[in-house]
């Protein structure tokens, strides 16, 4: 039971780790931040930022490096759902109902040695 505990403890601390590097990847390239962790209904949307005159609803995977598989793979089609629903929500709430739109996806993995491997999807579907 310990075991469990702290394991899922790393794993939140893998991901808030993730989080913002992903922020400070998107600063980076000039992206305004817009909202971190938006939840609306029962989903949220990691981040949501603005590219220009674009708002980009961008959902972060962090994964340490691993074969069995891509962090962007977990984004399927019912999470994409979900955040096409959460989204619609935020531009509902913020009145934004004509602004250009997209969705990325932004994976993280993590290597001890070489750190942060960073991939923007941009478009991502």
């Not at 305004?32 to 220009?52: N, P, Q, S, T, Y």
């Not at 598989?69 to 994409?80: Q, T």
């Not at 250009?100 to 491997?117: I, K, Y």
Request: net charge positive; glycine share 8%.
């Amino acid at each position: 039971m310990i075991f469990g505990k702290s394991k899922k403890i790393r794993a939140y601390e893998l991901g808030k780790s993730g989080e913002d590097a992903a922020l400070e990847y998107l600063r980076r390239e000039k992206y305004k931040v817009a909202a971190r962790g938006f939840r609306f209904l029962r989903g949220e949307i990691d981040v949501i930022a603005w590219d220009g005159p674009t708002l980009v609803f961008i959902e972060v995977k962090t994964r340490k490096l691993s074969p069995f598989g891509y962090p962007e793979e977990s984004v399927n089609p019912a999470k994409r759902s979900q955040i096409r629903r959460v989204a619609r929500g935020y531009l509902l709430r913020n009145t934004l109902d004509a602004v250009e739109c997209r969705f990325d996806v932004l994976t993280l993995t993590v290597d001890e040695l070489t750190g942060w491997s960073i991939n923007h999807i941009k478009n991502a579907f």
